[in-house]
């Protein structure tokens, strides 16, 4: 039980650090279903456990029921996980996600299968996944990622990097920590960049091309040497 209050107070704190509109703790404790439905899956992974699966699952119904956030009560969630706004979420039940996690609202972690066994995606430590962004298959999200919102992710990603785009791609970080407030990259703009940039570079070569032919063809006969 005690366990059960210090994970509470951890997930309110996170509240405080991660939304600058909570403003006191009955606010967070009334009016964020984020709060709600991990308050909801603490109760029914541990009956879950317990191998209490109708039950588990009937919590884990009620809580999609009243926070419009959908978390199968298998799913492991580490420390202080904080789902901002919440509408739309969904979380499989072989899924896994570490400490320090930030997920907005419409994001799936979800699976590609309709085998048994591990088919969600395993989430590390300190990621942030943007608003509508899909994470799908038994694939790995390395430490201190951050996901675009509306990225749909298919393959691994290594630790410290930055994924945009459908399909998901990964801009490498190197060590660098990914803050939630740093611009997010965008691979399809640099790349229409790097082809204007060569596009000029054509119409400035054909211009010069097609001067030196102009000048060639202005070129008077009688300047041609005669064949013997």
């Known amino acids: 039980m005690r366990k059960f209050i210090n994970q509470v107070r951890e997930d309110i704190s996170c509240v405080f650090e991660r939304d600058p509109a909570a403003r006191t703790i009955l606010e967070v404790i009334f009016c964020y279903p984020g709060f709600h439905s991990l308050i909801f899956h ?6 879950w456990g317990k191998r209490f699966y109708f ?4 919590i884990s119904h009620v809580a999609r029921f009243l ?7 298998g799913a492991k969630i580490g420390r ?3 789902i901002d706004h919440g509408m739309g979420v969904v979380i499989g039940e072989t899924a896994e996600i570490g400490d320090d996690v930030t997920i907005y609202h419409g994001v799936t972690l979800g699976g590609t299968s309709w085998k048994k066994g591990k088919r969600h995606p395993t989430i590390g430590n300190n990621v942030v996944i943007g608003a509508g962004a899909k994470v799908l298959g038994p694939i790995m999200i390395g430490n201190n990622c951050l996901i675009g919102a509306g990225s749909v992710v298919v393959k691994d990603v290594p630790d ?3 994924v945009v785009g459908v399909p998901g791609r990964v801009t490498y970080r190197g060590e660098a920590k990914v803050k939630i407030d740093e611009k997010l990259p965008d691979p399809e703009a640099q790349v229409i960049k790097c082809l204007t940039e060569q596009l000029r570079d054509i119409e400035k070569r054909l211009m010069e091309l097609t001067k030196e032919h102009k000048e060639f063809t202005a070129c008077p006969l009688e300047d041609y040497p005669e064949k013997d």
């Not at 603490?42 to 009956?47: D, E, G, T, V």
């Not at 926070?67 to 009560?73: A, F, K, L």
């Open 42 to 47: 603490r109760i029914s992974h541990f009956l």
């Open 55 to 58: 039950i588990a699952r009937f």
């Open 67 to 73: 926070t419009g956030i959908e978390i199968h009560p």
């Open 80 to 82: 202080r996980f904080f």
């Open 160 to 162: 410290d990097s930055t």
